[in-house]
């Protein structure tokens, strides 16, 4: 399996929503930060990946620290970390009153009419939800904006088929529909991610670059297809074929971290996915992500989590069986 693959199947979105708005010139959504927990020990699917569809018209979407994200029909934007940013009609809906879209988002709406008395302009917005225990290393190496520009792409039959479910649902609803928007949402999130890190001209100065990088992103692979073997940065130097400076210098600027603590959190990750996904006990989860006793292994996870493994599984068990 892939990085990338790699990490979508740890996010592991538990909900989705979404609403299709008919919007209107002068309007404007404004997102504040997403809500995050107390501690890494809350159970519950609490952090917000948001994204848009434009269906048709004209928008742009600003966040502070970027430039303005102009949206043009068909265009996707995904917003992973949950930043706080507005989308609108553009500069003059700073006038218009704006509507707070998570708090919207949240009494889950299927159609909404609002703005002005301009052009008309048609958008799909939604979110999955998932828990931050989980997905928290993974979103933290995503881009704080993601987009694609259908238009420029040639190949968007998965994503059409995204937009073709989700309207069909919305038109039609059968038996299973929360579920197949729920699928639907995941993939509209991996081929925007999958076309992001794809594209030729985006600015490299996110984690995916790291995937692109041919040192980087054979460290990265070779990581997540091997957790468990007894790496150490002259191992991982020797086996994409650079020096342990060159690596340990190549992976830091792009990845943000040392190899080996990356190597950590990511053996943590799968540590968590495994308590939480599977009834195997710690000495086997220990050998699974690398760690040859499970002493060694709960000192790891009170080290990232904050909670020992089993009081975690706890928490999350006793969290599904409550609907939290």
């Known amino acids: 399996m892939d990085a990338l693959s790699q990490m979508l199947r740890i996010l592991r979105p538990e909900r989705a929503s979404f609403f299709q708005a008919e919007l209107n010139a002068p309007w404007r959504f404004t997102a504040p930060p997403a809500v995050k927990p107390p501690a890494p020990s809350q159970p519950g699917p609490q952090q917000l990946l948001l994204y848009y569809h434009l269906v048709e018209g004209n928008c742009t979407l600003e966040m502070e620290g970027l430039a303005p994200l102009v949206l043009t029909s068909g265009d996707v934007a995904l917003v992973p970390k949950g930043d706080a940013h507005s989308i609108g009609s553009g500069p003059q809906a700073i006038s218009c009153e704006p509507v707070d879209l998570q708090a919207l988002l949240l009494r889950q709406p299927r159609q909404l009419r609002t703005g002005g008395s301009g052009p008309a302009s048609r958008l799909i917005c939604g979110y999955l939800a998932c828990d931050p225990a989980l997905c928290g290393q993974v979103l933290s190496m995503l881009p704080r904006l993601a987009s694609v520009r259908v238009a420029q792409d040639g190949q968007i039959g998965a994503l059409q088929a995204f937009i073709v ?67 150490t940065l002259d191992r991982l130097a020797k086996e994409v074929n650079t020096s342990r400076s060159v690596l340990a210098l190549r992976f830091t600027r792009l990845v943000g971290q040392s190899p080996m603590s990356y190597l950590t959190r990511w053996r943590m990750t799968l540590a968590a996915d495994l308590l939480y996904d599977s009834s195997l006990g710690l000495t086997r989860i220990a050998e699974e992500v690398g760690y040859e006793t499970d002493t060694a292994l709960i000192r790891a996870f009170r080290r990232e989590f904050g909670t020992p493994p089993a009081a975690w599984r706890r928490a999350r068990l006793a969290g599904a069986n409550t609907g939290q």
């Open 165 to 231: 479910s989700a309207l069909a649902q919305e038109s039609s609803p059968q038996p299973g529909a929360e579920w197949v928007l729920a699928k639907a949402s995941e993939m509209l999130l991996a081929e925007t991610l999958r076309r992001h890190l794809a594209s030729p001209t985006r600015a490299q100065d996110d984690w995916l670059a790291g995937l692109r990088d041919h040192i980087v992103g054979r460290c990265l692979t070779v990581m997540y297809d091997r957790p468990a073997d007894k790496w």
